[in-house]
């Protein structure tokens, strides 16, 4: 059968700044296929996410004459202004808990290059790191795309660092050094499933068997007891549908949808939509509208599904 699967896409739509009960929140995605947070971070609404990198807005005191370089520049990123935050953060030479914004920033605004000076740099540096923005009572709180499907919460501190890179350098097509960064974040934190995700998107995504022998041990005995766990099942279906291993796709895929805590929408959709295309490709055709069908109920602008039911031309 020869599966093959998209490549990793990002939507890139602009972003909306939405005021409702909760005060602020950022908007990102299409209308249908948005991602919001309020001003504390709290998820307002999930789907697809739109970018890299979603910041949250943040309440501070008013600003005086004498505040640091860090300070003001969060300020900036939480009102939005991204390019007055970039030129006074990269006022504050030396600095790591600025350059860790800086990255971010830059990552979200696609200059990976920028993106990955500053990021290494905040490594290389991350042991004062977390005491500088405790220092100025600064507590960022954002989102990183960890695949199209999920996003992570990220700290200043090294795994966000290693998190971040990986991203960065997956985006320019420098495999072997994100490869090197989840390394370090496996022999840092053996059981960090986020990493492993990672890991399996970036190794499904290569034309190398071995790369997707990889993700199927990885995954070997895996079961869904959270959306990461789901996420993670998704790539084991993917790794196996590439080996051409199709029952043990469509089982990971099954376990997947098994519904265990808070739903993620976008994994929901994904595996629906992997599932469906092999029962398809297997001309199941019954099985594989009822996974159509349960996309198109919710969002029936979801890639071609409505073209696959065929409900447009």
Same mark, same amino acid.
């Given at each position: ?26 908007? /990102?995605?299409? *209308? ?6 309020? $001003? ?54 030396? &600095? ?17 290059? *920028?993106?990955?000076?500053? /990021?290494?740099?905040?490594? &290389?540096?991350?042991? $004062?790191?977390?005491? !500088?923005? $405790?220092?100025?009572?600064?507590? %960022?709180?954002?989102? =990183? ?15 966000? !660092?290693? !998190? ?6 997956q985006e320019v097509g420098r495999t ?13 934190? %053996?059981?960090?499933?986020?990493? +492993? ?5 970036? =190794?499904? +995504? !290569? ?26 099942? /998704?790539? *084991? ?15 990971? =895929? ?22 469906? *295309? ?31 039911l065929g409900h447009a031309p």
């Amino acid at each position: 059968m020869g599966f093959r699967f998209r490549p990793r896409f990002r939507l890139l739509p602009g972003v909306r700044l939405g005021v409702g009960p909760g005060g602020p929140s950022l908007v /990102l995605g299409p *209308r249908g296929l948005a991602y919001r947070v309020d $001003q504390r971070g709290r998820h307002i609404e999930t789907a697809v996410p739109g970018l890299p990198l979603i910041f949250t807005a943040h309440t501070f005191e008013d600003s005086s004459a004498d505040e640091s370089l860090l300070k003001t520049g969060a300020r900036q990123v939480a009102k939005g202004a991204e390019e007055d935050a970039m030129t006074t953060l990269m006022k504050s030479q030396d &600095d790591p808990a600025a350059a860790f914004l800086v990255g971010l920033l830059a990552l979200r605004q696609r200059e990976f290059s *920028r993106a990955i000076a500053y /990021l290494r740099f905040a490594l &290389d540096h991350s042991d $004062q790191m977390a005491a !500088l923005f $405790q220092s100025e009572g600064l507590s %960022p709180a954002m989102e =990183l795309m960890i695949t199209p499907e999920i996003t992570s919460a990220v700290q200043p501190d090294r795994r966000g !660092l290693l !998190l971040a890179l990986t991203e960065a350098y997956q985006e320019v097509g420098r495999t072997e050094e994100a490869l090197q960064c989840l390394d370090q974040l496996h022999d840092e934190a %053996p059981r960090d499933i986020v990493g +492993g995700v990672s890991r399996a998107e970036l =190794l499904t +995504g !290569l034309s190398d068997p071995a790369g997707w022998q990889e993700v199927v041990s990885l995954t070997d005995g895996l079961s869904c007891k959270s959306k990461w766990h789901a996420v993670f099942l /998704l790539y *084991r279906a993917r790794a196996l549908a590439l080996l051409e291993r199709y029952d043990e796709a469509i089982s990971a =895929l099954t376990e997947g949808l098994r519904p265990v805590g808070p739903e993620e929408p976008a994994v929901t959709l994904a595996l629906h939509y992997d599932r469906g *295309r092999i029962y398809q490709d297997r001309e199941e055709y019954e099985a594989a509208r009822a996974d159509y069908q349960a996309i198109y109920d919710r969002f029936p602008d979801y890639l071609d599904v409505a073209q696959r039911l065929g409900h447009a031309p």
